[in-house]
């Protein structure tokens, strides 16, 4: 049975998209600082101090790329339900360790199978971070990813935004949620390089109801 969700709008807090905006901004205005002062001391003949300037400014450029891909993606991310249909608007970014392709489509609910999750262990630098995944099964195959609650740091809790997104549609749509078997991926370099995502399984096979 198809059940008018209580919620229909699911995106980012605007508290949380100003805060990230607003790091993502301090970021980069001190990189084009770092930028200026490095060519500063290389003019004035400071090799040395220039070089090692310029590399630190190289490792902020990472953090930069890093942090404006998920700034980005917190801007765009959205879930509208409405009646009969949800609006999605889910962004490349929204996978931490892969992209996923982008989409801007409307779903009916009719052509939903059911929403699954699951944990995706991966490691990157020595560090291990288990992400927990939520999909869309459709009925036609396939699946839209639509994106994943992170672990809060220094707590054993988790984000509950993508987990309340896909409990609600499910309800909306009258179908179970699913979880899946964990899965392992590839961190490589900061997310940045040689990062690999588990494929998401194309069978139906699932463990239990939550």
């Excluded at 993606?73 to 509208?80: A, G, S």
């Excluded at 996978?95 to 989409?103: C, H, R, Y």
């Excluded at 939903?112 to 036609?140: C, D, F, H, K, P």
């Amino acid at each position: 049975m198809h059940a008018s969700p209580s919620r229909t709008d699911f995106r980012f807090s605007l508290a949380g998209r100003l805060g990230i905006a607003l790091a993502t901004g301090l970021i980069w205005l001190m990189l084009v600082g770092m930028a200026w002062a490095a060519t500063v001391l290389l003019l004035s003949g400071e090799g040395a101090a220039a070089l090692t300037l310029g590399v630190a400014a190289a490792l902020f450029v990472l953090l930069g790329t890093i942090i404006l891909r998920d700034c980005t993606m917190r801007w765009r991310w959205r879930i509208v339900l409405g009646e009969a249909e949800a609006a999605l608007f889910l962004p490349p970014g929204r996978l931490l360790f892969g992209p996923a392709p982008a989409v801007a489509e409307t779903l009916s609910y009719g052509a939903i199978r059911q929403l699954e999750w699951r944990e995706e262990i991966t490691s990157s630098l020595g560090l291990t971070t288990i992400n927990r995944v939520y999909g869309v099964r459709l009925m036609a195959g396939g699946v839209i990813l639509l994106g994943e609650d992170r672990p809060i740091p220094k707590t054993t809790s988790y984000t509950t935004l993508m987990e309340e997104a896909a409990h609600t549609l499910a309800r909306a749509a009258g179908v179970p949620v699913r979880q899946l078997q964990a899965a392992q991926g590839d961190g490589g370099f900061l997310t940045l390089w040689g990062a690999s995502r588990p494929e998401w399984p194309e069978t139906q096979a699932t463990n239990w109801p939550n």
